[in-house]
């Protein structure tokens, strides 16, 4: 089964989900730059087959899946590498890569990667804004392209308004339809963006507005509102997103856009502010003093880990880790791993990052986390459910121009003081409430989560209590159990998302593996 989206003869034109690329000498499979949907293939004797799905590639080959520990250990320590199959026998065509298919053989071939030396350099803040507005401007207009009807999700988040407001100016000027999607958190006043999602309808005078309210008793079931997909934990076919779908559906929408990829191309990374001290900047001080106080946030504890931290040596920082029990890596890994776990997770995340992590902090960290970012697990459950209702679904800040862009600009760019997403506020400040543009505090969904976890405590403690990953030595069950126990008994607190991870990685092997 070979996944074809679409057809060029340059690899480097792509930027789409996949594609077969026909050259006269050969056939290429091409992921999309990015890896938001991905490609699997596997080969046995001379048979070649790629597929969207591994369930197809071992279902036709016959195979047992052989499950992959290095690759399982990334998703208990809550960072798994999208880029890692969770199958020994079959392999994830890697974002940006050919697949190059001749009669005798096949390679692998990059085409596309975000270039370390390419810089934008401009003026002043107000260019930046200018050039990233129109490229984004750019980008969205060329997704909708002439859809008659469309949704997009809009919270009350600079991600998704910020796409809801140039979709909806260019479905205007086309005398089109760009219908608003918002989810509503009724019962968890922290989650609740109705105010902001309010300022949102009037200042863009929005009349086609739909919303779903996620808090209904039929969404209270975890194990039930995330059934697990075969690929991997991450894909999940839940019944809310079903319902969102068929809604959009009833209203003959062909288009979904949504605000993933925001924080990726746009946040920014506090490193920024220690690359800015070594560069000589000496104010980066006062102004992070000033956002911490503009923000309620404790001065010394930043200040530390911005500006302490990063200026002593590696190897003494290992040193004090391991007098502390602590394992030394790239990312912190969770209690409840075994050393043989975050050995092989630590593993996971050796892929090439074009970035110096010395000269260039900032962006190798935002590269690391772009290569492990879970937002794909969104990005994959909504095309995975959407397919079967023929809507597309979008996300503008994933495209290849938007990150070669976002990498290119200083990183003070991204963040200023009190405000991560800097360019981005400038950009959009004329199109977007100040409520929103220039909000210093960003909603998150760990309470939510949190209470969704306690009212399903006993069915998702006996999930966790399963002694397969403790067999294989990956995760020490007491200590999740202990994690996950007082989770449930801090009712003022949210929820650990690694903590999440190892719910959905359980019960996806107790779905599909038969443990």
Avoid at 41 to 55: F, G, R
Avoid at 209 to 226: E, G, I, K, P, T
Wanted: proline share 5%; hydrophobic share 40%; glycine share 4%.
């Amino acid at each position: 089964m070979i996944i074809a989206a679409g057809s060029t003869d340059d690899e480097s034109k792509l930027n789409g989900p996949g594609c077969i690329v026909q050259l006269p000498d050969r056939a290429s499979v091409v992921t999309d730059p990015l890896g938001l949907q991905a490609l699997y293939y596997a080969k046995i004797d001379k048979v070649l087959i790629c597929s969207n799905t591994t369930e197809a590639i071992l279902s036709l080959f016959r195979l047992s899946p052989e499950l992959d520990d290095t690759a399982l250990s990334g998703w208990l320590a809550g960072q798994p590498v999208p880029e890692l199959s969770l199958y020994r026998n079959v392999s994830v065509l890697p974002a940006g890569y050919a697949l190059r298919v001749s009669a005798e053989s096949y390679t692998l071939h990059k085409y596309w990667d975000i270039d370390p030396a390419n810089r934008v350099i401009l003026s002043n803040d107000q260019e930046y804004a200018t050039s990233f507005r129109a490229l984004f401007t750019r980008v969205v207009e060329e997704y909708v392209g002439d859809s008659p009807v469309i949704a997009s999700q809009m919270s009350g988040g600079m991600d998704s308004t910020s796409v809801t407001a140039l979709a909806l100016h260019w479905q205007r000027q086309h005398n089109r339809k760009c219908i608003a999607l918002s989810h509503f958190y009724r019962h968890d006043a922290k989650s609740d963006e109705s105010a902001l999602i309010k300022d949102m309808r009037a200042h863009l005078n929005i009349e086609d507005f739909l919303y779903q309210d996620v808090d209904l008793a039929q969404y209270r079931n975890f194990l039930q509102l995330y059934p697990a997909h075969f690929d991997h934990p991450g894909i999940v076919l839940s019944p809310r997103y079903r319902d969102e779908m068929h809604t959009l559906a009833r209203h003959n929408v062909t288009l979904l856009l949504t605000g993933n990829g925001g924080d990726e191309m746009c946040w920014g990374h506090a490193s920024t502010y220690t690359q800015r001290l070594r560069e000589g900047e000496l104010n980066v001080i006062g102004e992070v003093k000033q956002a911490c106080k503009e923000t309620d946030l404790a001065f010394l504890p930043i200040a530390k880990s911005l500006f302490v931290k990063p200026l002593i040596p590696q190897w003494l920082m290992n040193m004090a880790k391991r007098l502390k029990g602590q394992s030394p890596g790239i990312i912190p890994m969770p209690q409840w791993m075994t050393p043989k776990g975050k050995e092989l997770a630590s593993a996971s995340y050796a892929f090439h990052n074009p970035f110096d992590a010395k000269k260039d902090p900032a962006r190798y960290a935002r590269y690391f986390a772009l290569k492990t970012t879970t937002t794909f697990n969104s990005v994959r459950s909504y095309d995975a459910i959407a397919s079967e209702f023929d809507i597309r679904v979008k996300h503008p800040f994933f495209d290849y121009r938007i990150a070669e862009h976002s990498f290119a600009v200083p990183p003070v760019q991204l963040i200023q003081g009190a405000y991560p997403k800097y360019m981005l506020r400038n950009a959009m400040t004329e199109s977007l409430p100040d409520s929103v543009c220039w909000r210093k505090t960003k909603t998150t969904f760990d309470r939510h989560f949190a209470n969704l976890v306690r009212e399903n405590a006993d069915s998702l403690r006996a999930c966790l209590a399963h002694p397969y990953l403790a067999d294989r030595g990956l995760i020490d069950t007491q200590q999740v159990l202990k994690a996950f126990d007082d989770a449930v008994h801090n009712r003022n607190g949210g929820i650990n998302v690694d903590l999440l991870f190892v719910i959905l990685t359980q019960r996806w092997l107790q779905t599909f593996h038969k443990l």
